[in-house]
């Protein structure tokens, strides 16, 4: 983390922009760019917590260092200047991606506003230059995300089985949920949440469900038992 975080943010103010004295703060510490620093008009910003972001070899646009570490479970990013806030992402209580892959604002939800929403955002699947099992859009095109969780009403989604004591394996080994895709088009789990009495779980990996579809969600890899 020390040396691969980054921020990413685009100028959507329809002129040039120097960035100096905007401050990037998360809940850990906060970061203000001293120098000038020029930004056209719809150009995108990568700001590493690295100098030099050498986990990639990217060059960065800015390097905050250890002024900022952002939580890997919530957080609060925000941009400002002296006197306002300019945008902010608060997620907590999200369910994020897997360790190794960006969080990606939708390219039909680039806005300020949009981008309140944990339903805006879902895992980056983009490979890019210098990584290597990382996942993640830096400078790049994001892609649009696919229906989710937050854009569903009720039976979009149904419960069409339970394996709840299996009897070939243990209940470990066992045990399933399976769920029928009702919306009539195709559905991307991230985010996706279920109970269990006082227990929860939270899907954290993009997993595209089409209309008609079924899918098993396993207590563990099910092969080991079915």
């Not at 719809?42 to 002024?67: E, F, K, L, P, T």
């Not at 306002?84 to 369910?95: E, K, S």
């Not at 991230?190 to 969600?217: D, H, K, P, R």
Request: glycine residues 12%; proline residues 4%.
């Amino acid at each position: 983390d020390s040396q691969a975080e980054w921020i990413e943010f685009e100028n959507q103010s329809g002129a040039k922009l120097d960035l100096k004295n905007l401050a990037i703060t998360s809940n850990s510490g906060s970061y203000i760019i001293t120098g000038s620093k020029f930004v056209a008009k719809g150009q995108r910003v990568v700001a590493y917590r690295s100098s030099g972001g050498q986990c990639y070899g990217m060059s960065q646009d800015v390097a905050y260092g250890s002024s900022i570490g952002m939580n890997n479970s919530s957080d609060t990013i925000e941009l400002e200047n002296a006197s306002t806030i300019i945008d902010a992402v608060d997620y907590d209580g999200w369910v994020l991606p897997a360790p190794g892959r960006s969080l990606q604002l939708s390219i039909n939800d680039l806005d300020a506003t949009s981008n309140d929403s944990p339903g805006a955002w879902c895992p980056s699947n983009t490979t890019f230059p210098g990584a290597g099992s990382d996942l993640g859009s830096p400078r790049m095109y994001n892609f649009p995300c696919q229906t989710g969780i937050e854009d569903l009403t009720l039976g979009d989604i149904v419960i069409s089985e339970v394996m709840f004591d299996p009897q070939d394996c243990a209940s470990t080994d066992g045990q399933y949920v399976e769920i029928y895709n009702a919306s009539g088009g195709p559905i991307d789990l991230y985010g996706l949440q279920m109970t269990f009495g006082f227990q929860w779980w939270g899907m954290n990996e993009s997993y595209i469900v089409s209309a008609g579809q079924y899918a098993l969600l396993g207590r563990t890899d099910l092969s080991a038992c079915h």
